[in-house]
């Protein structure tokens, strides 16, 4: 049976360090506009950062996490981003999850975030029998559909996050594509909201730039982000 992590020692240090800086990372958000954070040279700095600016999501009771696109949008290196994600899974401070959206996305969530879903998960250990229906009935496990005594770790009430996340793409995309030349100053397009879509304009665009859908470009009165040619 699985056994539930716990975050090792040099795991815990850098949570210890995560905490120190949540604060700080959420007065940042209340004063600085996407133009101004968007680039970060290290990955556990842009998931601090990100973290701290999920947004509120109203009847849906979800930990925050940040979609590796997002990362790919604010570290250049994407190899980087790769290298230091694995490092930082290793080492029990993140967990990474594969979605169910029909693309190559993945979420990263603060291993934390995660045990503190659920009293079995934050007690750490191993799985007994008797605790999978209920952390199944709690959205953190699902079943293999290849081996139904395997499990995949998931996060709980993401389904309908999910289903904003595939129409709040979409809907940017459209909003785009009907301008002229396809673009818009990235700051009036971060006040843009979003009828389709629980997740803020925010978290929508750094997931299209990291993904190569929409590019940015510096001008002389600021970045212009533009639809991506085919």
């Keep these: 049976m699985d056994e539930i992590p716990e975050p090792s020692s040099r795991g ?3 949570l210890r360090d995560q905490e120190d800086t949540e604060l700080q990372c959420s007065d940042l958000d209340q004063t600085l506009s996407l133009e101004e ?12 950062m990100m973290r701290g600016q999920f947004p509120h999501i109203e009847k849906v009771a979800i930990q925050p ?3 590796r696109s997002q990362l790919y949008s604010s570290v250049k290196d994407r190899t980087q981003v790769d290298r230091e994600l694995e490092c930082l899974r290793r080492e029990k401070v993140v967990r990474i999850f594969k979605l169910n959206t029909g693309q190559d996305d993945h979420a990263v969530m603060f291993l934390d975030d995660y045990l503190n879903q659920h009293t079995l998960l934050s007690l750490g250990g191993k799985v007994k029998d008797g605790h999978i229906s209920l952390l199944i009935n709690a959205g953190l496990f699902t079943r293999q559909l290849i081996d139904p005594n395997m499990y995949w770790f998931a996060i709980p009430n993401i389904g309908s996050v999910l289903k904003g996340l595939s129409q709040g793409r979409k809907e940017v995309l459209s909003f785009l594509n009907r301008r002229r030349y396809k673009e818009m100053m990235l700051t009036s397009m971060e006040k843009k909201r979003l009828r389709l879509s629980p997740l803020d304009m925010r978290f929508h665009l750094r997931d299209l730039i990291g993904s190569g859908h929409l590019k940015t470009n510096q001008t002389s009165t600021g970045l212009v982000v533009q639809v991506s040619k085919d």
């Excluded at 954070?37 to 601090?48: E, G, I, K, M, Q």
Aim: aromatic residues 12%; without cysteine; positive net charge.
């Design 37 to 48: 954070n968007l680039p970060f040279s290290d990955t556990l700095v842009a998931l601090r």
């Design 65 to 67: 996490f940040v979609l």
């Design 12 to 14: 815990r240090k850098r």
